[in-house]
Every structure is written in C-alpha cells, then in structure tokens.
T-cell receptor
Framework: AQSVTQLGSHVSVSEGALVLLRCNYS??????LFWYVQYPNQGLQLLLK??????LVKGINGFEAEFKKSETSFHLTKPSAHMSDAAEYFC?????????????FGQGTTLQVKP | KAGVTQTPRYLIKTRGQQVTLSCSPI?????VSWYQQTPGQGLQFLFE???????NKGNFPGRFSGRQFSNSRSEMNVSTLELGDSALYLC?????????????????FGPGTRLTVL
C-alpha cells in the first residue's frame, strides 16, 4: 500500500536561506510523486512531479526535488527562500497500478519565511 | 484553458441539512476526483468519476455521494450534515483514460468549497 510521510509540520527559514521540505514515501509499485503548494483559501497548485524520467525534477518558482529510491525519499528544495514562498506544501503519491484517480497526501508542511 | 471551477466557494449549513457542491473540470478532462481537507485529517480522497461512472471510492460513509454528467461536470452531495463535515472540499480533474494503463494521475485542483456546518 502507498503512503506518504512529511517530516516536520512547520518549517521556518529566513528570507534568502535554503528551503528543505522532507517527504518519504512507501509504495509497492514504482511511484509517481508530486509536490503541491497551497496558499491560504486556495486550492492546490502543482509544483513538480516525478514520473521516473529523471531523478532530479525541476519545478516552478525555483523549486526542485530529488527522487532517491534507496532512501524512499522525495525532498523538496529551493536554494533561496522568498517571502512569497510562505504557504503549505503537500507531498503526494499516486495510488495503484492503474488509473484510480486517487492521490495519497502527506499531512503537509507549513513553510514560514522570516524577513 | 480555463482551470477547474467549483461552486459555491462558501456554504453555511446546519446539522441535518443536505448540500450539493459542483465542479467543472478543465475542458477535455474526463476524470474528476473529490477530496476533503480538514485540519485534523488532512487531505482525504472521497471518490473519483470517469465517464459518468464512479471508479474509486474512499473510506467515507454513504452520506457522501457524487455523480458525473456527460459533459464531465461533477457534483457531490452530503446528506444529513454533521458538525464534522465542516471542511474544504476540493475537486481535481485529470485527462484520464479508460484503459487500465498506469499513468501518473497528475491532478489539477479547483479553489475548493468551504463548507461550514453549524
């Protein structure tokens, strides 16, 4: 069965500092993995996705994530945080060996960016 | 292309009432999934519809139901509302395929409907 664990419900960084949001997954099949961002009172916006084409995935707004099979991880990074990055971030895994329309989400990590 | 739209954006209901939420997917998308988001439980999958058929269902009571129309628009209904049903309900669409060929299931989310049950 697939599952996702996000380590750290709150992460605080200074503006300009490195952002690292951690995600570990469990999957019985090769996973498809996603990072979504949610701003207050809004839906989820896709930052990036891993579909086995490349282990280092680049997304929007300067974010990237590296798929590490040996560590079952898919951590999200950004070299330099911006105030506008403050939001909630969700890691998700696509479920099953066929089209099920279901994503399993981690509990989310709230990113705070201090000036 | 227009994104996923959900109506209404906000709803206030009282216990025991029923509610219907609407979702219009991105043009050409045939799969619509629904999620419930609460502070305590996070994002939980409700169900998915493809070509007017429910293809997958999460672990929610039968009070939660949905349907999809021939134009891929979807509605979800919650009957006999409980206080614990207060949540943000998110709809997501994806291109979808009828074949059991695994795809990444990338989903595009709407802004959600905020339901408050008093």
């Amino acid at each position: 069965a697939q599952s996702v664990t996000q380590l750290g419900s709150h992460v605080s960084v200074s503006e300009g500092a490195l952002v690292l949001l951690r995600c570990n997954y469990s999957s019985s099949v090769p996973p498809y993995l996603f990072w979504y961002v949610q701003y207050p009172n809004q839906g989820l916006q896709l930052l990036l996705k891993y579909t086995s084409a490349a282990t280092l995935v680049k997304g929007i707004n300067g974010f990237e994530a590296e798929f590490k099979k040996s560590e079952t991880s898919f951590h999200l990074t950004k070299p330099s945080a911006h105030m506008s990055d403050a939001a909630e971030y969700f890691c998700a895994v696509s479920v099953g060996s066929s089209n099920t329309g279901k994503l399993i989400f981690g509990q989310g990590t709230t990113l705070q960016v201090k000036p | 292309k227009a994104g996923v739209t959900q109506t209404p954006r906000y709803l206030i209901k009282t216990r025991g009432q029923q509610v219907t939420l609407s979702c219009s997917p991105i043009s050409g998308h045939r799969s619509v999934s629904w999620y419930q988001q609460t502070p305590g439980q996070g994002l939980q999958f409700l169900f998915e519809y493809f070509s007017e058929t429910q293809r997958n269902k999460g672990n929610f009571p039968g009070r939660f139901s949905g349907r999809q129309f021939s134009n891929s628009r979807s509605e979800m209904n919650v009957s006999t509302l409980e206080l614990g049903d207060s949540a943000l309900y998110l709809c997501a669409s994806s291109p979808g395929t009828a074949k059991t060929i695994r795809s990444d299931n990338e989903q595009f989310f709407g802004p959600g409907t905020r339901l408050t049950v008093l």
